[in-house]
């Protein structure tokens, strides 16, 4: 069955420094990855998402994620963390082919401190 | 291009009533997904759409869920009775369904309030 780890519940960071939020994902067939942003109170946006091809992708806001097929991972990362980045963040596992509903991680809240 | 529309953005009702959530999908999008958020099981798909025709409905809980989509620009999720259980954001969402997988675009939600 499809799955989605995000071990990470909750994250906190200074303004400024690094980021890097964990996904594992479980799938039986090529995945199409994505990354979700949710503010509060807000519906979801894309961050980026990985099809195939060059494996560390770019996205809105300055982040990235890396694919790792080895580690089944798709891991999101960003250079300087602002404060408006505070939110929670999704990590999602579809079907490469076909459109299919996607299946979920529970969410990384990150808080962004002074 | 307006997005996903959704309403009403937030509802209260009580237990008993019948709730009926509203989806206007993005132009041209041929996909369209329901999914419920809560705290305990996060985001989890209900039911969707190819083509206004129901594909998967495995993940609506129980007979009381029922959702429809009348035309391409259409749907609806209606719970009836509701139940404080049902307390929770309902997320719709839309894509164009080609060969290979499309981004899904989120509607704001509806946030349930079940008393």
């Known amino acids: 069955a499809q799955s989605v780890t995000q071990p990470d519940i909750h994250i906190t960071v200074s303004e400024g420094a690094s980021l890097e939020l964990r996904c594992n994902y479980s799938y039986g067939a090529t995945p199409y990855l994505f990354w979700y942003v949710q503010s509060p109170g807000q519906g979801l946006q894309l961050l980026l998402k990985y099809f195939s091809g060059d494996t560390l992708v770019q996205g809105i806001k300055g982040f990235e994620a890396e694919f790792k097929r080895s580690q089944s991972s798709f891991n999101l990362r960003k250079p300087s963390v602002h404060w408006s980045d505070a939110a929670e963040y999704f990590c999602?596992?579809?079907?490469?082919?076909?459109?299919?509903?996607?299946?979920f991680g529970k969410g990384t809240r990150l808080s962004v401190i002074a | 291009d307006a997005g996903v529309i959704q309403s009403p953005r937030h509802e209260v009702t009580e237990m008993g009533q019948e709730v009926t959530l509203r989806c206007k999908p993005i132009?041209?999008?041929?996909?369209l997904f329901w999914y419920r958020q809560t705290m305990m099981r996060g985001l989890e798909l209900l039911i969707y759409?190819?083509?206004?025709?129901?594909?998967?409905d495995s993940g609506m809980p129980e007979d009381r869920f029922s959702a429809k989509m009348p035309n391409a620009s259409f749907s609806t999720l209606k719970i009836q009775p509701s139940e404080p259980r049902d307390s929770a954001v309902y997320f719709c969402?839309?894509?164009?369904?080609?060969?290979?997988?499309?981004?899904?675009?989120f509607g704001p939600g509806t946030r349930l309030l079940v008393l």
């Open positions: 999602a596992v579809g079907a490469y082919s076909g459109n299919t509903p996607l299946v």
């Open positions: 132009s041209g999008h041929n996909s």
């Open positions: 969402a839309s894509s164009i369904n080609r060969d290979l997988q499309e981004t899904q675009y």
């Open positions: 759409f190819n083509n206004n025709v129901p594909i998967d």
